[in-house]
């Protein structure tokens, strides 16, 4: 057996696997090695791949789609821009039947009772442990229907916001069949649509963050303003579909993240000719970040094998951020780069952060580097490789 020093091109080839061009780190003389010594300072091989693209609401736990909670804005949508993330919970269409006379004189009970019933722990990764959400501007929607259109009426609305009572009173409602309100605490949603308007109720945002177990619209009461003229004890239809919409904004602290697939990396000798010892490997990336999302990437603990990854910096379609560093794999056995296991996690540190589909993170692996150490041994054959 004769251990050497000095890496030939094919043997570097066993590491770079026809990475294509190959550098020597030009800090060391390679005609001055001892090639009797095992020790060899840290070789480069240029590596150009793109490791990660992904999209910013793969960290929010959920696939998007027309059955999931998590949604991506339409061209055409009333509330947000193109691309933009929300989340929808829709409840089930409820009616009441009071007389015209409840409206005016309390005679009767014009009262939706429970019209919405939002429980975040049965919403997948949204109340994942890591996961913490801090909102900027939760809405309640209600859409309205009556066939009582001579007069306008007034609306009292009481939410349940993790068992406690929130209430916005005197909310004015039109003379029309069919109307929305959107109930928030810094209004914006009703744009000037026709039949819409916005009603703002303090302090929902800071009771509904971070999420909280569930909440509930524990109940609308509807009655009538003037005095307009009417036969009592005439029938009305009254018709309530009450939606929570949470705008992917949130402000800070907030975080999620998910499970990152680690793959693409092996080390696995080519030649029967060498046998090859590293305990570690560096590479030099490049990650350009367009979400408003600073991302960490994390090894889970492991006896075998560990990653260390530098923070990733926020930063906006408009304004794309580029973070430089290096990433460091250290394992024990070649098999144990296998057990490891990544987590991608995207922190909220801004006042508040739009997400827009259109965001995510790209990260490219520019150079691999063999780190000091490196064993390489040839092989004697007559001595059974030994």
Same mark, same amino acid.
């Given at each position: 057996? !004769? ?43 240029? /590596? ?24 991506? $804005? ?5 509330? #947000?821009?193109?691309?933009?993330? /929300? #989340? ?110 916005? $009603? ?12 909280? /177990? ?59 000719? /060498? ?7 560096? $590479? ?17 603990? !492991? ?5 260390? #990854? ?41 006042? !508040? ?24 041994? #040839? ?8």
């Amino acid at each position: 057996m !004769n251990k050497v020093l000095h890496i030939s091109a094919a043997a570097l080839l066993i590491f770079a696997a026809a990475c294509n061009p190959i550098t020597v780190d030009k800090s060391y003389d390679i005609a001055q090695l001892d090639k009797t010594v095992t020790v060899l300072p840290g070789v480069t091989i240029s /590596y150009e791949q793109e490791v990660l693209d992904m999209r910013i609401g793969a960290l929010l736990g959920e696939a998007t789609g027309p059955d999931s909670f998590l949604k991506v $804005a339409e061209e055409s949508h009333p509330l #947000f821009a193109e691309g933009d993330l /929300y #989340f929808l919970q829709e409840g089930s269409a409820k009616n009441i039947t009071p007389n015209v006379d409840d409206l005016y004189n309390g005679s009767g009970d014009a009262t939706f009772h429970n019209a919405l019933a939002v429980y975040m722990v049965d919403v997948p990764g949204m109340l994942n442990v890591s996961n913490q959400y801090n909102l900027s501007n939760p809405c309640i929607a209600l859409q309205i229907g009556t066939n009582w259109t001579d007069a306008p009426m007034e609306m009292d609305v009481t939410l349940l916001v993790g068992g406690t009572p929130l209430t916005k009173t005197n909310i004015p409602l039109q003379a029309v069949g069919s109307q929305t309100v959107y109930l928030s605490e810094m209004g914006g949603f009703s744009k000037g649509a026709t039949n819409t308007s916005d $009603a703002q109720i303090a302090g929902f945002a800071k009771a509904v963050s971070p999420l909280p /177990y569930n909440i509930t619209v524990s109940s609308v009461a509807l009655r009538g303003t003037g005095s307009p003229a009417y036969t009592p004890g005439t029938p009305l239809n009254l018709t309530l579909k009450a939606s929570f919409v949470l705008p992917a904004a949130f402000k800070a602290p907030s975080y999620f993240g998910s499970a990152l697939e680690f793959s693409g990396v092996k080390v696995t000798p080519k030649s029967s000719e /060498y046998k090859v010892g590293i305990d570690a490997i560096s $590479a030099h990336f490049v990650a350009v970040n367009t979400a408003p999302v600073e991302i960490s990437i994390t090894g889970q603990p !492991n006896d075998s094998v560990s990653i260390s #990854f530098p923070t990733i910096q926020p930063g906006t379609l408009e304004s794309p951020v580029t973070t430089e560093g290096d990433v460091t794999l250290t394992y024990k056995s070649y098999t144990a780069i296998s057990s490891l296991v990544t987590d991608i996690a995207g922190s909220i540190t801004s006042a !508040n952060a739009q997400l827009n589909d259109k965001q995510g993170i790209k990260l490219t692996i520019k150079s691999v580097t063999l780190p000091d150490g490196v064993e390489v041994e #040839f092989l004697d054959k007559k001595n059974g490789g030994q």
